[in-house]
């Protein structure tokens, strides 16, 4: 596949001028606007819907895009909405960021150093511009739904002069709540994450709860302040409000790696006349629960499917499992999910 070409022609100037204008924003912009505003910059005489369609076309495979640091592209790529192909998403996976895609859309994305985070759904019905909230964008044709709401209101308004200025305002203020249902019907679909420093004091706890190994204890205390010190950076989204920002574990990595080696490899063991510490799996079950499940909310609950009836079922059988064994287990699953688990 060719590079794009190393001389700008318009539409590249005006991805340059995007792109140094776009630093600060978070959110994603109304690409039509900005090639609007671009226009005055590069010269380009034509309708802003042409130089979008231009723009658009340079940013298909935004990894083959010259003059642009990794993160420049993200930002292109996030805030203007523009699907990314399989091998940009690997390349930033391979940079130690974590990058969650959906429909070819980065709907989250935090840099390896955790400076950076950027998370939307994409709704159409919520377009920004420099950095405040589009009133008018039936202009944009990306932006369809809302036209045809503004445009059923219009055409109330010209039916006849019995929709007065308090109907227009309640209608506008109906179609706001919409959106808004939309917006956040939108945002809970994004990937669940939980904080590497949450699950580390968790497992701190959970370590004196279950009265685990010293050695054990000693790893879960150091690993909270490692991650205190070293993986704690401190964010200003809308430069009032400030915002600790944690190294975040996927629900759905930490499930599948928690039922493997749980739920499907932990041995049930006998009483035996070994000088083996040995506990009840229903309790060991019961509190990785309470301290490692049921914190994180719903969606962690989902995820592991860990029933009440499970925890009864396993109360009547008393079975029991090796106190060492679950200190290895947990002992594996951190070594996995965490850098600062370390003796």
């Known amino acids: 596949m ?20 776009i630093e600060k924003y978070e959110k994603p912009e109304s690409l039509l606007k900005w090639c609007e505003l671009a226009k005055s ?18 940013l298909e495979h935004i990894e083959f895009l010259t003059g642009y640091t990794l993160m420049q592209k993200v930002r292109l790529a996030f805030v203007l909405s523009r699907p990314v192909s399989d091998e940009f998403v690997q390349m930033l996976k391979d940079g130690g960021s974590l990058v969650e895609t959906k429909g ?4 989250f994305f935090c840099s390896s150093d955790k ?22 964008d039936m202009m944009d044709p990306d932006d369809k739904e809302p036209m045809e709401k503004r445009m059923k209101m219009e055409k109330e ?44 004091e968790r497992i701190e706890t959970l370590a004196i709860k279950m009265n685990l190994t010293e050695m054990f204890k000693k790893k879960a205390a150091n690993a909270v302040l490692l ?22 574990v996927f629900v759905d990595d930490f499930s599948v790696l928690f039922k493997s080696i749980f739920k499907s490899n932990i ?22 629960k309470k301290c490692l499940i049921v914190p994180f909310g719903k969606a962690m609950m989902d995820a592991v499917g860990l029933s009440d009836d499970n925890i009864t079922r396993r109360e009547e059988r008393e079975e029991k499992v090796q106190l060492k064994t679950v200190t290895t287990k947990l002992d594996g699953l951190m070594s996995i999910l965490s850098n600062f688990w370390t003796d």
């Open 227 to 248: 991650c205190k010190e070293k993986d704690q950076v401190r964010m200003d989204f809308s430069l009032r409000h400030q915002k600790w920002i944690f190294r975040r």
């Open 267 to 288: 041995k049930r063991e006998r009483v035996s006349d070994s000088n083996e510490i040995t506990v009840k799996l229903y309790k060991v079950i019961k509190d990785l």
């Open 2 to 21: 060719p590079e794009v070409t190393k001389t700008p022609d318009v539409f590249e100037r005006s991805i340059q001028f995007i792109s140094r204008n």
């Open 41 to 58: 910059e590069t010269g380009y005489d034509k309708l802003a819907t042409s130089s979008q369609k231009g723009v658009k076309n340079r």
């Open 157 to 200: 308004n010209v039916r006849g002069s019995d929709m007065d200025m308090d109907e227009v305002l309640l209608e506008v203020e109906k179609i706001s709540k919409e959106d808004s249902i939309q917006e956040e019907k939108a945002v809970e679909k994004l990937p669940a994450t939980i904080s590497l420093l949450d699950l580390s």
């Open 104 to 107: 070819k859309l980065i709907v």
């Open 115 to 136: 400076t950076c985070i950027l998370q939307s759904a994409h709704s159409k019905n919520h377009r920004m511009f420099q950095g405040k909230r589009e009133v008018n």
